[in-house]
């Protein structure tokens, strides 16, 4: 079982597309949702014994923990001190990489996995997180990799109206400050309204669809000459189209990825926090593989794509933060991302045959905080 572990609601940025806007208008009010019911006293560290922690964990055949916050590297103490005792478990750590230097080398090696916020050439990363983030965090991550770091490292992007996705992915596969091998990206579709002072959906239809399509020509560009590249909305969703498997939610909220808030409780996303009428336990009284399942219900399941998209995101299911039309805005987006990979399929599928390229080109680590629809 995957668990995002939150150590810290403390983050050291205040990026306009999160903390900068974290208590403007949460609830979409022409949504009509009554299903937000959020207790939020919480501790904001981690406040719980770490032996209950290390014995839940051991209750678990194969235990990956996801260090998360916040801003996790905060409190980089405890990450050295869960990664040297936590017997049996692999770590993935999801960070803005502002503090990376923290990370002590030998700690740093243990994990699988390091997702790094940055959302594309300079002026676009301090545009949105600040000035003089991108070169930080892009010498930070240099310095880890140089200093032996062999792990995967995900650039995790977060994309709105100023992206020019297509740009802003090629440019983090291939820069000179450092090239990242794996890309991610996440739609701020704005849970308080796509549409209340935004240009959503003007922008999603003249910039993000075609920047999708776009992309996908590239990316099969390099597949004809032998490389997947590790482009995560399209590596995971082409890898079960190719096989014709159904996916559940694709981050795997809810079923196979849970969250462990800073007082113990167990809750199915790590964004649902106070949620705890939808809470599926606690470290000290539960067990990973007795966690409660909490379903994707109400309109995507009658969806075309379900079995492709799994529901996109568990809170927005839940909390209903759009009206119709704006829902219709951001599904859109997730139905040209599938008819672009339905449309080079067989095209994939004949390099396959060919051996252009191998079915192992296409294996990744599952429910890696990587959402997969954006």
């Known amino acids: 079982m995957h668990f995002h572990l939150i150590l810290t609601d403390n983050c050291n940025l205040s990026c306009s597309y999160c903390r900068g806007r974290v208590f403007e208008n949460p609830v979409n009010e022409s949504s009509g949702s009554n ?55 692999r770590f993935i750590l999801q960070t803005n990489g502002m503090l990376l230097h923290l990370l002590p080398s030998e700690i740093a090696r243990r994990l699988s996995t390091l997702l790094v916020s940055i959302d594309g050439p300079q002026e676009l990363t301090d545009g949105y997180r600040g000035t003089g983030v991108y070169h930080r965090v892009m010498a930070n991550v ?9 792990g995967e490292v995900i650039a995790r992007m977060t994309v709105g109206e100023r992206t020019d996705i297509q740009n802003a992915v090629t440019y983090l596969a291939a820069n000179d400050d450092y090239s990242f091998s794996s890309v991610h990206w996440q739609l701020d579709a704005d849970f308080g309204g796509v549409e209340r002072g935004r240009t959503f959906a003007a922008w999603a239809d003249r910039w993000y669809n075609p920047g999708i399509r776009a992309l996908v020509a590239c990316w099969m560009d390099r597949m004809r000459n032998g490389a997947v590249l590790r482009w995560y909305p399209f590596l995971d969703t082409m890898q079960d189209l190719i096989n014709g498997n159904q996916s559940k ?5 809810g079923h196979a990825n849970y969250a462990i808030m800073t007082d113990g409780s167990i809750a199915p996303c790590p ?37 492709f998209c799994g529901g996109r995101c568990l809170y927005a299911n839940i909390l209903h933060p759009w009206s119709e039309e704006q829902r219709k805005i951001v599904c859109g987006t997730v139905e040209n991302l599938h008819n672009s990979l339905q449309e080079v399929l067989p095209e994939v599928q004949d390099l396959l045959r060919s051996g252009v390229i191998l079915p192992v080109d296409f294996n990744h680590e599952k429910f890696n905080g990587c959402e997969i629809i954006p």
């Open 271 to 307: 964004v649902m926090v106070g949620m705890k009428h939808y809470y599926c336990g606690h470290i000290t009284t539960s067990t990973p593989t007795g966690l409660k399942t909490v379903p994707i219900t109400g309109p995507c399941t009658n969806c075309a794509i379900f079995d």
């Open 249 to 253: 939610l694709r981050c795997g909220s």
């Open 35 to 89: 299903n937000l019911q959020v207790d939020g006293r919480l501790p904001v560290d981690l406040n719980f014994d770490l032996d209950d922690l290390f014995t839940f964990l051991k209750k678990d055949p194969d235990p990956v923990l996801t260090f998360y916050g916040g801003e996790p590297l905060l409190r980089s103490d405890l990450i050295a001190q869960i990664v040297r005792e936590a017997a049996g478990a």
């Open 142 to 150: 240099r310095a880890l990799v140089e200093d032996g770091y062999s």
